[in-house]
Structure formats: structure tokens, C-alpha cells
């Protein structure tokens, strides 16, 4: 029992994209440390092709980058990678794997993932949106902040494809509308806060 409960105590940060996601990834990792104590997830919607960022994101940052497995435990200075063609949820602090729910149209990953956190992580959710097509991830930014979590949005003028951020906003749960850089300042600040210790 303690031990799921220690696999629960640290944040978790989504980090939902598509097009143009690639640019916000790797300019928000190389801005993030690698020990701060909370957990990455990358939950970029594709609609066919299998995701090749496990290969690429390595190459900017020290955390280990793993392709998320179904049963894989959630651990903190890790990045995960959603693979495609899967919904993911979350429960008793492993990442679980389901086939895709809306296999046709635009996915909604990123909103079935947030949605499952809100439901199944004890801890501080933080839930991001940055560039991509449609609105995927807006319709659960207000179940994030119910439960005590925090949204934020890609500024519009830094998204190759500023759709998914604007949906995000649109919603009115959106706390903060900032460039991968300064996201990757505020995680820090949140991974501090949550940690106890002083923000450098």
C-alpha cells in the first residue's frame, strides 16, 4: 500500500501537441533539469504513423525517453512517449494502454489521457497544450483545474500550428499562455513548490 502511494507523490506534467508539437517538445525539454521530481508525458496525437519521438527527444535532455508499454510503472525524471494508435489512461500509478477510441476524424489522446488523471493521480496534474490541428486536450483543461491542477497554453505566436493552443484557451481554464521556454520556468517552479524546496 505504501509503496502505490509513493509511486503517486510527485506531479505529473502532459504535454499534448501534434503538428508542429515536434518544436515545442525539444525547446521545452532543453530548458527542463533532469532531477526535478516529476514525471513528462507526451501525448502527441497522430492519426496513422507510429511516433518516432522516443528516437528523436533523447538528443535534448538527460532524462531517460521511454515509448510507454502497457503495465509500465510511472516514475518521476522519466519522459514517456504515448504510442500510436492508443488511448491512455492512468491507474494505481502505471500507464495502461487501450485501443483508440475515435479511430476516425481528429483523435482526442491527449483529452482521454487528461481525463483519466483527473480521475486517477493523487498528485499536483500539470496539463499543457502547444501546437497542433483541432482542439484535442480542451475539453478536459476544466476537469485538470477541479481537481487542483494547472493548465497552460502555448502563446499562439510561438505554435507552428496555433489551433490546439487557441482551443485550450477558449475554454477559460487555461492559467497561463507562455512559450515552451517560459513553460519549461514554470514546471520548475511547480516541481519546487510541490518538492518544498526553494525555487532557484
Known sequence: MDANLAKKNFPVVCVGGSAGGLDAYIRLLQNLPADMGVAIVIVNH????????????PN???????LITEKLVIVPN????IPGQRDLHVLDGEFLLKP????????????????????????????????GYDGD???????IKAVGGITIAQTLDTAAQPDMPESAIATGCI??????????????????????????
Do not use: N
Not at 535534448?60 to 521511454?66: A, D, G, L, Q, S
Not at 476524424?105 to 481525463?115: A, H, K, Q, R, S
Not at 486536450?137 to 476537469?143: D, K
Open 46 to 57: 497522430v492519426r496513422t504513423q507510429a511516433t518516432l519521438l522516443h528516437q528523436i527527444l
Open 137 to 143: 486536450g480542451a475539453e478536459a483543461l476544466c476537469r
Open 175 to 200: 492559467d497561463f499562455v507562455l512559450s515552451p521556454e517560459k513553460i519549461a520556468q514554470k514546471i520548475v517552479q511547480i516541481a519546487c513548490s510541490e518538492s518544498g524546496l526553494p525555487d532557484a
Open 78 to 81: 522519466h519522459v514517456f512517449i
Open 60 to 66: 535534448y535532455t538527460k532524462m531517460p525517453v521511454e
Open 100 to 131: 483508440i477510441s475515435k479511430p476516425r476524424g481528429w483523435p482526442d489522446v491527449i483529452t482521454v489521457f487528461l481525463g483519466s488523471l483527473a480521475e486517477h493521480w493523487a498528485a499536483k496534474i500539470v496539463a499543457i497544450i502547444v501546437s
